[in-house]
């Protein structure tokens, strides 16, 4: 069992299974890193890690999981309360602190008050996992201490920089969607009535996308020795859960490129 890489997983709601695909390569390969960061999703799947549970285990938790349960609205503020959430986390993590883990994590969430880019060390795992998962305008900002904490994809989505371990090589894996290319909307429940609202949706996911992959683009910049494995599939959304087998196999083979890496 080799631990000579650093693992940094990046952000993009349903497309965090991407992340258990490389895991299971990873556990496939008998490596596990010496270190891992992670932002949003990255960082819940980043916590899974490190408290040990194996690519095989987070596929089943994923499969089994009704994501519309853990929906909780506040109509007073018209966001998600997150209180469903944490009880999520307790039930898989616990009162775990960064201290019990097996493999060292950091954790990115960002302080809505001041743009702050907070980095997690300490502390319970589930309060930095709550934090970094608050995106804007979804969720209501998470109170730690005494900040107000929101998603850390503000600030660095793909936290290669927050490792501590700057010697070893990295292996980052970023969900994004590339800016680039074209997406069709498929009318859904989310978008049962025509055009204008899908369109301005396709819209803002290329505005974040752009965004997005330029605050990648400068967190990777200067480190040397880093494979970035990015899965294509643009037509698989933040939403299509349904999706989870055909995205966990399909990024399992996009993390190929591990072998030789490594």
Request: aromatic share 12%; hydrophobic share 45%.
């Given at each position: 069992?080799?631990?000579?890489?650093?693992?940094?997983?990046?952000?993009?709601?349903?497309?965090?299974?991407?992340?258990?695909?490389?895991?299971?390569?990873?556990?496939?390969?008998?490596?596990?890193?010496?270190?891992?960061?992670?932002?949003?999703?990255?960082?819940?799947?980043?916590?899974?890690?490190?408290?040990?549970?194996?690519?095989?285990?987070?596929?089943?938790?994923?499969?089994?999981?009704?994501?519309?349960?853990?929906?909780?609205?506040?109509?007073?503020?018209?966001?998600?309360?997150?209180?469903?959430?944490?009880?999520?986390?307790?039930?898989?993590?616990?009162?775990?602190?960064?201290?019990?883990?097996?493999?060292?994590?950091?954790?990115?969430?960002?302080?809505?008050?001041?743009?702050?880019?907070?980095?997690?060390?300490?502390?319970?795992?589930?309060?930095?996992?709550?934090?970094?998962?608050?995106?804007?305008?979804?969720?209501?900002?998470?109170?730690?201490?005494?900040?107000?904490?929101?998603?850390?994809?503000?600030?660095?989505?793909?936290?290669?920089?927050?490792?501590?371990?700057?010697?070893?090589?990295?292996?980052?894996?970023?969900v994004q969607?590339?800016?680039?290319?074209?997406?069709?909307?498929?009318?859904?429940?989310?978008?049962?009535?025509?055009?204008?609202?899908?369109?301005?949706?396709?819209?803002?996911?290329?505005?974040?996308?752009?965004?997005?992959?330029?605050?990648?683009?400068?967190?990777?910049?200067?480190?040397?020795?880093?494979?970035?494995?990015?899965?294509?599939?643009?037509?698989?959304?933040?939403?299509?859960?349904?999706?989870?087998?055909?995205?966990?196999?399909?990024?399992?083979?996009?993390?190929?490129?591990?072998i030789n890496?490594?």
């Amino acid at each position: 069992m080799n631990k000579n890489f650093c693992l940094v997983l990046g952000w993009w709601a349903a497309r965090w299974l991407a992340h258990i695909g490389v895991i299971s390569r990873l556990n496939e390969l008998d490596r596990f890193p010496c270190e891992i960061s992670g932002t949003s999703i990255g960082a819940l799947i980043g916590a899974f890690y490190a408290a040990w549970y194996t690519a095989e285990e987070m596929k089943k938790i994923a499969i089994e999981t009704n994501f519309l349960k853990l929906i909780d609205l506040d109509l007073k503020h018209g966001l998600l309360k997150g209180n469903k959430i944490m009880k999520y986390l307790l039930k898989y993590l616990w009162e775990v602190t960064f201290d019990d883990l097996k493999i060292p994590l950091t954790i990115v969430s960002t302080d809505i008050n001041t743009g702050e880019k907070i980095i997690h060390k300490e502390g319970r795992v589930i309060d930095a996992i709550r934090a970094s998962i608050s995106i804007p305008g979804v969720f209501i900002p998470y109170k730690h201490q005494w900040r107000h904490l929101v998603d850390g994809w503000i600030t660095e989505n793909l936290p290669v920089n927050v490792l501590s371990n700057t010697e070893s090589p990295v292996i980052a894996v970023s969900v994004q969607f590339d800016p680039k290319k074209q997406i069709k909307i498929k009318k859904t429940l989310l978008f049962p009535n025509g055009s204008i609202f899908s369109n301005s949706y396709g819209i803002i996911r290329k505005m974040v996308g752009i965004m997005m992959n330029q605050n990648e683009a400068r967190s990777i910049e200067w480190r040397k020795n880093l494979l970035l494995i990015r899965p294509g599939q643009e037509e698989i959304d933040y939403y299509d859960f349904k999706k989870m087998k055909q995205m966990i196999q399909e990024w399992y083979k996009v993390s190929e490129s591990i072998i030789n890496f490594l």
